[in-house]
């Protein structure tokens, strides 16, 4: 690790995970929705959820993209990386009180542009939730 708690790019290699996990609440799903402005019912209001194919209130999807955020940013590669670029897949919907868990795992590098290519995907109790791709631009020791 650098002085900043994360992984220099010349740190990692193809197959580094690094991972976070959380149960969504009541509050997440609220704040989130005060923080963005997305107040579709969907997340927030149970009667109108419960008129949807889901039945019941589902937390955002950016909401659970955002804890591979928690990954990337204070894990793996960690702080002082810079997020380019990322792909999200939603599969399945998050609901209050599921624990998810956020696995990044590096699956390319470019290391003279300090590139990491990491496969990133949100699981609640085994299933896949979210899938995509992230692209950072990792620390570097060569450029201290």
Known sequence: MNELGGYDVEDLQVGTQGSFAKTVTEADIVLFAGVTG??????????????TMFKERIAHGMLSAGFISAVLGTRMPG???IYLSQTLKFLAPVKIGDTVKAVCE???LVPEKRRVTLK??????GKPVVE???VMMATS????
Do not use: L, M, Q, S
């Open 38 to 51: 997305d107040t579709n019912p969907v997340h927030i209001d149970a009667e109108a959820a419960a008129g």
């Open 79 to 81: 702080p002082g990386t």
């Open 106 to 108: 590096v699956t390319a």
């Open 120 to 125: 990133t995907t949100c699981y609640v109790g």
């Open 132 to 134: 995509g791709e992230a």
């Open 141 to 144: 020791r060569a450029k201290r």
